[in-house]
């Protein structure tokens, strides 16, 4: 029972380019998420998913598109990446929403664009 | 606005001695509150949350509604203790959790 995996684990973007990343859950967990993490702000929310064929932004969409097509994945993409984009990404899942539900998270992306 | 606070980036502490790391939280409804921890590493996990009102690891943190509080306490801490805390909020929105900027918590030995 892996929980949830992220890959990559590392990438090196250039500016302008495009990439997705990849978070697969085998727990048949209903909701997924993606973070990002930068020194001194904390996790902050990009987008989120309560269900296959479902998606919605978070408190920083911009510049980032997602895609739930399968239950068990949820991918992120960088249309035209920034530097503004270098972080450390995580993926996130839970059962369902509310206290009873803890998010399980993967290992994290740690993206540098140049 | 909902809103989580931790007013410490860091915190460093001698092993054995109390810690308390502080977290505020605005919110106009009931609060469902957290606490998160990443250990060097490791993957981000759940510590504790305040309807369970448990003890995890020594850890227990109290929800004060008149002081809109959740800080996370340990009577002695110990050097595996030393990871990055971060206090959560259910947002109410479809279970996504607002986070707060983290408290890194150093335990000397």
């Known amino acids: 029972n892996a929980g949830v995996t992220q890959t990559p684990k590392f990438r090196v973007l250039k500016t302008g380019q495009s990439m997705t990343l990849l978070c697969a859950q085998d727990?048949?967990?209903?909701?997924m998420y993606w973070y990002r993490q930068d020194p001194g702000m904390g996790l902050r929310l990009i987008h989120y998913?309560?269900?296959?064929?479902?998606?919605a932004k978070g408190e920083v969409p911009d510049g980032y598109n997602v895609s739930r097509l399968k239950k068990q994945n949820f991918l992120l993409g960088l249309e035209s990446a920034a530097p503004s984009q270098t972080s450390v990404y995580f993926c996130?899942?839970?059962?369902?929403?509310?206290?009873?539900?803890?998010?399980?998270f993967g290992n994290g992306t740690r993206l540098t664009v140049t | 606005a909902q809103r989580v606070t931790q007013p410490e980036k860091l915190l460093s502490v001698f092993k054995g001695a109390p810690v308390e790391l502080k977290c505020n939280y605005s919110y106009s409804g009931s609060p469902e509150l957290f606490w998160y921890v990443q250990y060097s590493r490791q993957r981000l996990q759940l510590l504790l949350r305040?309807?369970s009102r448990e003890s995890i690891k020594g850890f227990t943190a109290d929800l004060n509604k008149g002081e809109t509080s959740f800080h996370l306490k340990k009577p002695f801490a110990q050097e595996e203790d030393s990871a990055m805390y971060y206090c959560a909020l259910d947002g109410g929105s479809q279970g996504n959790l607002i986070f707060g900027k983290g408290t890194k918590l150093s335990v000397k030995p």
């Open positions: 998913s309560v269900g296959e064929g479902t998606t």
């Open positions: 996130a899942s839970s059962q369902r929403g509310g206290a009873n539900s803890p998010l399980h």
């Open positions: 305040h309807i």
């Open positions: 727990m048949n967990h209903e909701y």
